[in-house]
């Protein structure tokens, strides 16, 4: 028995990747983003503008998890 496979309805993925987008242009992200290429300039992160895109991006899912988290206990 293999393992089932699961692929999220095409409306989900693209509901994600509009949300994503938004963020990405959002201006707290794109300071957020900028403020973590010079950190990682000064530090000699390798890819600096990859990974601070990809740190910001993590930053502001992990935030709304988290509010989405408190919400849900407090309701």
Do not use: W
């Not at 959002?26 to 890819?47: A, D, H």
Request: aromatic letters at 10%.
């Amino acid at each position: 028995m293999g393992i089932p496979k699961f692929d999220p309805p095409e409306e989900e993925i693209k509901k994600l990747l509009s949300h994503i987008a938004m963020i990405c242009l959002s201006e707290e992200f794109q300071s957020l983003k900028l403020e973590l290429e010079t950190i990682y300039n000064q530090s000699n992160v390798e890819n600096v503008r990859l990974t601070a895109f990809q740190d910001a991006l993590y930053a502001f899912l992990a935030q709304e998890e988290d509010e989405q988290s408190y919400q849900s206990h407090v309701y």
